[in-house]
C-alpha cells in the first residue's frame, strides 16, 4: 500500500504545480532475465489505470447477479486459479475447463486454454463478462446496467477519470476492459526460488531441486536417456511455457498440443465440446490440442490440465511417463498414449522415485510466494 | 412501417433535388416467419423440423452485408447503406424481437435503407454476415449495431451473424447462433487474420421489386429436415454451428453453407413476398 499512497502524493503535487493530468508513467518491475510484456498501442500502463483494473476485477458489480468477480474464479493465493476442476460461472453454470491462472497472463501468445483468436487481455475480457456459452460473469445484454453501477460509485468517477484523463466521458466497456486488461498484464510473477537461481544465487536451490532442473531442461536420466523427459520443449523459456509472447517477440508463438490425455475413438477424440483447440477449428488435427500452461506457481495451481482431471504434480509426472494415460472404462475409455494427434515428444520414459521427487521439488521451486500477498494484486474489498 | 418507408423516400427525393440527381433513396423490407405466421417474440410455433416439433421463439436477429440490387442492364450495384443506429459502413442488423427476454431490446428494425444510382430494380442480392473487416474489431468501441452484446460472439473472435432462440436462453433451449468460425489471431499483429470457415450466407432473390416485395427470413424453411427434438450428445442443443455438431448439418444445408464434408449449395431461408 505504501507504494500506493506515495502515488497519491505525487498526484497532488502534480495538480498542484500546474493542473497536469497525466497519469503517472507505468514503471515495469521486472528481472534482468525477463523482457517487458507486450503493451497495445492503444493501452498504455499507467499506475492510474491498473488500480483501477484491481479495482474493476475484484468487483462483483461485473456479474449480471452481483455475486461474482473476475477474481472469484482467480483467487491471488491459488496464483490467480479457484482449485476447481472445472470452473463455476455466477449462475451455477459449470465451464468445461478449469480457471486459468492469471499470472503473467500479459506474456502468453493466446489466451485462456486453446483460442487461437483471444490474443489481447482486452478482448478475452469481454468472454467472460459477456459469454453465454457458459455463461460467466452473464453480463450479456446488460452492459448499460453495468456503466450505471459503476457511474454511481463516485469513487469510480475518480478512478476512471484519473486512468482515462483525455476522455471526457471515460467509463464506458472500452475503458473497462482496457483497465482490466492493464491490471492483469501488472500481475508478473518472477520471484521464485528458480528466479533467483538464475539471476545468480547459487543459493537458492537445494541440491534436489537443482537435481529436478538438470533432469526438467534436457539432463540424462537414471536409465542413462539423454534429455528422457522432455518438459523444456513446451515448458521452456522465461515464461516456462512455448507460448509465449513479449514486447520484443517479432513471431507468432502460440503453440497447441496433445498430450494423449484421451483417445475416445482411436481417432483422437477428446470428451465432446471440450476437445481443445478442434473445438474453434473444427480441424480433426487440432483435437486434443491445448497451450501448454506456463508452469511457474504450478505447485499452487492444483487440480491440472484443461479438465482438472489430474489431482497432483506427481499423477501428472506419471501421466507423462506412460506417454498418455489409459482410462480402461466408461465413456471416456482409451488409450492416449495412442493418440494420433499425441506430440511426438510425449514418447514415456523411465524415472525413478528419488528422479520423480526432484523434478518435484524444481517444480515448487517456480512458486513465487510474494505473488499470493502482494498488496498490489489484492483485493480492494477486503481491505475496506 | 411502409408510412416511414414512403417518408423516407420522399425526403431522399427532396435531398437530392439539391445537387445530386443521379441517385435515389431505397428502402428494402425484411420480415421474420414461421412458416406462413409472422415472427412474434415469445409466440409458439408448431409443426417445426421433420419431427413436427413446437417451439416457443424468443429471439430472431441477423446482420446482412453487401446489399446490392440489379438494374435494367443485369448488373448489380450497390446500395449505400444510411448511417444510424441500425446501419453502419456496409452492414445492417435485422432485429424481429421486441424485448420479450432479457437478452433482446424493445426497438425493432425490419428495413435496410440506403441509396442507389436512380434507375429500375428488379434483383437484389447480399449475404448474411458481417464483413470480415468489421467482424474482428474491437466490440467495445464498435458502433451501433454492432456494439449490442448479445450478438457478440466473443469466444469466437467475431459477431454472431444470425441469432434465433428458443425458451429462456438455458442450455437446454434450442438455439441457432451463426458466425465465422476457425478464426486465427496473432499475438504480434494483435487480431485475427483469417478464418477458416467464414459461414456468411449467399442471398439472391433473382425477382425482388424493392419497391413492393419484402425479404423474408423463415424460420421453418431455416430447420426443413431438422430433427429439432433430437440433440447429438454432449453438444449445445440446436446448432452454435459446430463443425462437428450434425445438429447443424441440415440448417447449414438450408443456409447453403458447406457442413461436414458436403458442398456448398443455395440457401431457402430467405424468399422474396
Known amino acids: ?21 497525466a497519469a503517472e508513467k507505468w514503471v515495469w518491475d521486472l528481472p534482468d532475465t525477463v523482457p517487458e510484456p507486450r503493451v497495445p498501442d492503444d493501452n498504455p500502463m499507467s499506475v492510474e489505470k491498473v ?33 476447481l476442476p472445472q470452473a463455476v460461472g455466477s449462475t451455477g453454470q459449470m465451464h468445461p475447463r478449469g480457471s486459468m491462472s492469471i499470472a503473467n497472463a500479459g506474456y502468453a501468445a493466446s489466451l485462456t486454454w486453446a483460442n487461437e483468436t483471444l490474443v489481447r487481455l482486452e478482448r478475452q475480457a469481454l468472454v467472460p463478462m459477456f459469454g453465454e456459452d457458459p455463461v460467466e460473469l452473464g453480463m450479456a445484454n446488460r452492459e448499460d446496467e453495468l456503466l450505471e453501477r459503476l457511474r454511481n460509485d463516485a469513487r469510480y468517477l475518480e478512478m476512471f477519470a484519473a486512468a482515462f484523463p483525455d476522455e471526457r466521458d471515460s467509463i464506458n466497456l472500452d475503458s473497462i476492459t482496457k483497465a482490466l486488461g492493464a491490471f492483469q498484464r501488472s500481475i508478473t510473477s518472477f520471484n521464485s526460488k528458480v528466479d533467483r537461481w538464475q539471476q545468480g544465487d547459487s543459493t537458492a536451490l537445494n541440491e534436489s531441486e537443482q537435481r529436478g532442473m538438470a533432469l526438467f531442461f534436457g539432463g540424462t536420466n537414471e536409465a542413462g536417456v539423454a534429455d528422457a523427459f522432455e518438459c523444456f520443449h513446451c515448458h521452456g523459456g522465461f515464461l516456462f511455457s512455448q507460448s509465449s509472447d513479449d514486447a520484443g517477440q ?13 483417445n475416445l ?36 495451481t492444483a487440480p491440472y490440465m484443461h479438465d482438472g482431471s489430474i489431482e497432483t504434480l506427481e499423477e501428472v509426472i506419471d501421466h507423462y511417463a506412460r506417454g498418455g494415460r489409459h482410462i480402461e472404462s466408461g465413456p471416456y475409455a482409451g488409450d492416449g498414449r495412442d493418440n494420433p494427434n499425441k506430440s511426438a515428444l510425449l514418447n514415456g520414459f523411465a524415472i525413478t522415485e528419488q528422479e520423480k521427487q526432484d523434478l518435484i521439488a524444481f517444480l515448487r521451486a517456480l512458486t513465487d510466494e510474494a505473488l499470493r500477498t502482494n498488496p498490489a494484486f489484492s483485493d480492494p474489498f477486503e481491505e475496506q | 412501417m411502409r408510412k416511414t418507408t414512403i417518408l423516407l423516400i420522399a425526403f431522399a427525393w427532396a435531398g437530392a433535388g439539391c445537387g445530386d440527381s443521379d441517385s435515389e433513396a431505397v428502402a428494402i423490407e425484411f420480415a421474420a416467419k414461421v412458416g406462413a405466421q409472422d415472427f412474434v417474440c415469445n409466440e409458439t410455433y408448431d409443426n417445426l423440423g421433420s419431427d413436427d416439433s413446437s417451439l416457443q421463439l424468443s429471439d430472431f436477429r441477423f446482420y446482412v452485408q453487401d446489399v446490392e440490387l440489379r438494374n435494367a442492364d443485369g448488373e448489380y450495384v450497390a446500395v449505400t447503406l444510411d448511417s444510424n443506429e441500425w446501419q453502419t459502413s456496409n452492414v445492417a442488423l435485422l432485429d424481429f424481437e421486441d424485448g420479450c427476454t432479457d437478452l433482446g431490446n424493445e426497438p425493432m428494425n425490419e428495413m435496410v435503407t440506403g441509396t442507389v444510382p436512380a434507375g429500375v430494380y428488379d434483383g437484389l442480392r447480399f449475404k448474411m454476415g458481417v464483413p470480415f473487416e468489421l467482424n474482428h474489431e474491437n466490440p467495445a468501441t464498435a458502433p451501433s449495431p ?17 441469432r434465433i432462440d428458443s425458451g429462456t436462453f438455458s442450455m437446454t433451449d434450442w438455439r441457432m447462433h451463426l458466425g465465422s468460425t476457425g478464426c486465427d489471431g496473432d499475438p504480434v499483429a494483435g487480431g485475427t487474420t ?5 459461414n456468411r450466407v449467399d442471398v439472391e432473390l433473382a425477382a425482388f421489386d424493392p419497391a413492393v416485395d419484402t425479404v423474408v427470413a423463415d424460420f421453418a424453411a431455416l430447420v426443413d429436415g431438422a430433427a429439432i427434438q433430437e440433440n447429438q450428445a454432449d453438444t449445445p442443443v440446436g446448432c452454435m454451428a459446430g463443425p462437428m455438431d450434425s445438429d447443424c448439418g441440415p440448417l447449414f444445408e438450408n443456409l447453403g453453407l458447406p457442413f461436414g464434408g458436403s458442398t456448398a449449395g443455395t ?7
Open chain 1, 51 to 83: 488500480e483501477l483494473g484491481r479495482f474493476l476485477f475484484y468487483d462483483k458489480r461485473l456479474s449480471g447477479n452481483q455475486t461474482q468477480s473476475c477474481g472469484t474464479c482467480h483467487m491471488q493465493e491459488l496464483a490467480f486459479t479457484d482449485g
Open chain 1, 250 to 262: 517479432v513471431f507468432d508463438q502460440k503453440f497447441f498440443m496433445n498430450n494423449g490425455l484421451y
Open chain 1, 1 to 21: 500500500m505504501r507504494r500506493f499512497t506515495s502515488v497519491f502524493v505525487f498526484v497532488l503535487l502534480a495538480v498542484g504545480c500546474g493542473g497536469s493530468d
Open chain 2, 194 to 198: 483469417s478464418c477458416s470457415t467464414p
Open chain 1, 265 to 300: 475413438d482411436e481417432q483422437g477424440s477428446y470428451p465432446p465440446g471440450n476437445e481443445g483447440l478442434f473445438d474453434t477449428t473444427g480441424d480433426p488435427a487440432d483435437k486434443g490440442r491445448f497451450k501448454p500452461p506456463s508452469l511457474r506457481n504450478i505447485a499452487l
Open chain 2, 146 to 162: 454492432l456494439n449490442l452484446t448479445p450478438m457478440q460472439w466473443d469466444w469466437q473472435g467475431g459477431y454472431k451473424f444470425l
Open chain 2, 267 to 273: 440457401q431457402s431461408f430467405f424468399s422474396a413476398e
